[in-house]
């Protein structure tokens, strides 16, 4: 299995960036899928997720309104739009896959990505 996030890079505040997962090696349709960040010094933070089952999207209080996930089946791809972004979005952005319809915590993702680096200058 393997998640391969890119799409990360160097933004001015208030800029967009379009960040991107592809997922090989499992039965895409059956996981739910979700993107958390990690900030410099800092623990890693859940941004939002995607269930398998109904589609049902959640997001951190902190990125709601400004980001947007979306997931493509037929292409094993999950997507993160990110919209307005400010200093405090600067992180690696992983994704994560998991086979539970509902998952609650990060331990309930048994595959990651390695992550795409996204830097926000104001």
């Known amino acids: 299995v393997q998640l391969q996030a890119f799409g990360g890079g160097s933004v001015q505040s208030g800029g967009s960036l379009r960040l991107s997962c592809a997922a090989s090696?499992?039965?895409?349709?059956?996981?739910?899928v979700a993107w958390f960040r990690q900030a410099p010094g800092k623990e890693r933070e859940f941004v939002g997720s995607?269930?398998?089952?109904?589609?049902?999207?959640n997001y951190s209080d902190s990125v709601k309104g400004r980001f947007t996930i979306s997931r493509d089946n037929a292409k094993s791809m999950v997507y993160l739009q990110i919209n307005t972004l400010g200093p405090e979005d600067t992180a690696v952005y992983h994704c994560?896959?998991?086979?539970?319809?509902?998952?609650?915590?990060?331990?309930?993702?048994?595959?990651w990505g390695q992550g795409t680096l996204v830097t926000v200058s104001s």
């Open positions: 994560a896959a998991s086979p539970l319809a509902k998952p609650q915590h990060g331990r309930e993702y048994e595959h």
């Open positions: 090696g499992l039965r895409f349709r059956l996981y739910s």
């Open positions: 995607i269930s398998y089952r109904d589609g049902k999207i």
